[in-house]
């Protein structure tokens, strides 16, 4: 078994050790799912970028709910005007 890193962007973008992986993965699954290689290899690569930024969001609303009581939290949601 080999190591193989998979780099992606906070964005969605991958690296090329990512899309690397993904083909390796289509050209594996392309038989059992009767598909091309390069339709699977693209249908991948957008899914890994979906599930990044999906995660991204909902880091983001778990951050936002665990400082709606700080300050910075209370003036980003407008309940608190800062004189700066």
Not at 49 to 56: F, K, S, T, V
Request: glycine fraction near 8%; hydrophobic fraction near 50%; proline fraction near 1%.
């Amino acid at each position: 078994m080999d190591f193989v890193p998979y780099v992606v962007e906070s964005h969605g973008f991958l690296h090329d050790s990512a899309v690397q992986v993904l083909n390796g993965l289509a050209r594996n699954a392309r038989i059992a799912f009767a598909v091309e290689h390069a339709a699977l290899a693209s249908y991948l690569k957008r899914r890994a970028a979906i599930a990044l930024q999906r995660g991204n969001a909902l880091l983001e609303c778990e951050a936002r709910h665990a400082a709606r009581n700080s300050l910075g939290g209370k003036i980003g949601s407008g309940l608190f005007v800062s004189d700066d």
